[in-house]
C-alpha cells in the first residue's frame, strides 16, 4: 500500500520508523513512463521508495505556464501504487514555503548556460525546492531524469558543494516508440505538433552520426542539428547546444565528453532533449 502524507511532520513520522536505505524520486506529478522508470531504479536499490509531487511555483518564470502544467493526483498514485511506492509526498505550497520563507540557493557556472540562460531563475528554483526534500526526506540516494542533463549537473554539484549527503543518480531518458522522449508537457502538443515533435531526436542522432564519423568541429554539429531542425516548419528552435559534458560551456572543438542540447518550441509548448558523446 501506498502511504500519501501531505505535511512535514507526517513525512517525519513516517520516515523515522520506515526501513533504509530510502531512495527518493521528486517529481511535479503527471506521471509518464520516464518516472515510472525512476521509480522502478529506486525501488530496486532502497528498502523505502519516496516520490514527492509538487509543482514548484518558484522554477517557473511565466505564470501562464505554472497555471496550464498538467495535474491529476487519482491517476499519478495510482501509478505509484502500481510502481509498489512506499510513500508519496504531496504538499502544498504552503507547506513547502511557509509563511516567513526567504531563502533560496544561488547558483554558480553550471547553472547559467543552456536552460539557465533561456529561462532565468528557473534553476535556483529547482535548487531551494530540491534542497528542502532532500533535508526532509534525508534519502540515501535521489533518482532524476537524463533528460534534464542540466538539472542533474546542477543539483549534483549543488549536493557537493552543500555537503548534503543525499548521492544524486542520473537515469536513462525514457522515450516514445517514435523517439521523443517522455515529459509531461508532451500533453500539450496539438496533434500536428505532436507528429513533428521527434524532430529533436532526429537532429540529436544526426550530429552524433557525424560525431562518430570523426567530426569534431562544435560548429559543424550545430549545424547539423539545425538542418535537420529546418526539415520541420512547426519547429520553432531556441538553442542548439554542443558543449563540455562536465562545464556545458560551447565547444569549437569535440576533444572529450560531449553534452548536445536543444530547445524548440512547437507553438505554446517548449520541448527540450539532449544526447551524450564520448562518455563510453
Ligand atoms: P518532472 O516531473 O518533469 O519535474 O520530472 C521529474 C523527474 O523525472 C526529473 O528528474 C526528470 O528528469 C525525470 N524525467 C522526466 N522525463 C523523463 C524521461 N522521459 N525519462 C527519464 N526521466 C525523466
Not at 149 to 162: G, K
Request: charge should be negative; charged fraction near 25%; aromatic fraction near 4%.
Amino acid at each position: 500500500m501506498t502511504r500519501v502524507v501531505r505535511t512535514r511532520e507526517a513525512l517525519r513520522a513516517v520516515l523515522d520508523t520506515g526501513r533504509r536505505p530510502v531512495g527518493l524520486v521528486p517529481t511535479m506529478g503527471w506521471l509518464h513512463d520516464g518516472h515510472r522508470a525512476l521509480m522502478a531504479r529506486a525501488r530496486a536499490e532502497s528498502a523505502t521508495t519516496v516520490v514527492t509531487i509538487f509543482v514548484n511555483p518558484r522554477q517557473f518564470g511565466d505564470p501562464a505556464d505554472l497555471a496550464r502544467y498538467p495535474r491529476n493526483e487519482d491517476r499519478d498514485l495510482d501509478i505509484c501504487e502500481a510502481e509498489g511506492v512506499e510513500l508519496v509526498f504531496m504538499p502544498s505550497v504552503e507547506e513547502v514555503y511557509p509563511p516567513g520563507f526567504d531563502t533560496t540557493v544561488s547558483l554558480g557556472a553550471i547553472a547559467r548556460p543552456l536552460e539557465g540562460a533561456a529561462r532565468p531563475g528557473h534553476f535556483e528554483g529547482v535548487a531551494t525546492v530540491v534542497a528542502i526534500l532532500f533535508n526532509l526526506i534525508r534519502a540515501e540516494r535521489a533518482y532524476f531524469g537524463q533528460k534534464d542533463a542540466q538539472q542533474v549537473a546542477v543539483i549534483r554539484r549543488m549536493s557537493i558543494d552543500l555537503a548534503i549527503p543525499t548521492e544524486v543518480i542520473a537515469c536513462p531518458t525514457v522515450r516514445e516508440p517514435d523517439g521523443l522522449a517522455m515529459s509531461s508537457r508532451n500533453v500539450h502538443l496539438a496533434p500536428n505538433e505532436r507528429a513533428a515533435a521527434p524532430v529533436l531526436r532526429r537532429a540529436l542522432l544526426s550530429a552524433r552520426e557525424a560525431w562518430s564519423a570523426g567530426e569534431r568541429s562544435g560548429d559543424v554539429l550545430r549545424d547539423r542539428m539545425l538542418a535537420e531542425l529546418a526539415e520541420e516548419p512547426l519547429a520553432a528552435v531556441e538553442y542548439v547546444s554542443v558543449a563540455d559534458a562536465g562545464t556545458l560551456e560551447e565547444l569549437d572543438q569535440v576533444a572529450g565528453p560531449a553534452l548536445l542540447s536543444l530547445a524548440v518550441e512547437f507553438g505554446t509548448t517548449r520541448l527540450i532533449d539532449n544526447e551524450l558523446l564520448g562518455t563510453g
